[in-house]
T-cell receptor, first 109, second 114 residues
């Protein structure tokens, strides 16, 4: 069973910042938080990973509070091409990935 | 550098038949995992192969079997196909789980059972 809870869907207009929050109340000490993006008829693609505080790369930012029971994926200035399903996963890195249903983001022009 | 390659991209089979799907991992990766993704659902873990042996398995019946070859490529076999086996089958490779983000997924094989 997935160890995370995230909204089923979100809508956003182009150019806006999108924040997707994921709850993982039972996260273990050695778990990392990883986000994947999936377009229709394609495999998931790694976006970002973090353990605590804030991580930023060229695609997104990941905010993790001190208690690590939740995390927020932030996508700056989304475009139509960001329309996809976003998955939040937590695991220690030595077990197969367990996916939930993800969040379906629809970007509107 | 080629990523994960899966073949075929699409396949139509009749109920009761058997199917074999193929996966070539990303260069440098030695571990292959297979996932089944039904429409509207997240990928579900089938099994993982490392050093030509099944290392972990998800909650799938014995009709699902696999193999890994010395060159790290892998096959997924499904026997006695059911209508419910219709799904996107994804292959993911990584380097012996050194890091979560080491997983690279292929574009999948779309299997339709009629």
């Amino acid at each position: 069973l997935a160890k995370t809870t995230q909204p089923i869907s979100m809508d956003s207009y182009e150019g806006q910042e999108v924040n997707i929050t994921c709850s993982h109340n039972n996260i273990a000490t050695n778990d990392y938080i990883t986000w994947y993006q999936q377009f229709p008829s394609q495999g998931p693609r790694f976006i970002i990973q973090g353990y605590k505080t804030k991580v930023t790369n060229e695609v997104a930012s990941l905010f993790i509070p001190a208690d690590r029971k939740s995390s927020t994926l932030s996508l700056p200035r989304v475009s139509l091409s960001d329309t996809a399903v976003y998955y939040c996963l937590v695991d220690p890195g030595n077990t197969p990935l367990v996916f939930g249903k993800g969040t379906r983001l629809s970007v509107i022009a | 550098d080629a990523g994960v390659t899966q073949s075929p991209t699409h396949l139509i089979k009749t109920r009761g038949q058997q199917v074999t799907l193929r996966c070539s991992p990303k260069s440098g990766h030695d571990t292959v995992s297979w996932y089944q993704q039904a429409l509207g659902q997240g990928p579900q873990f089938i099994f993982q192969y490392y050093e030509e042996e099944e290392r972990q398995r998800g909650n799938f019946p014995d009709r699902f079997s696999g193999h890994q070859f010395p060159n790290y490529s892998s096959e997924l076999n499904v026997n006695a196909l059911l209508l419910g086996d219709s799904a996107l089958y994804l292959c993911a490779s990584n380097e012996d789980r050194k890091d979560n983000y080491g997983y690279t997924f292929g574009s999948g094989t779309r299997l339709t059972v009629v």
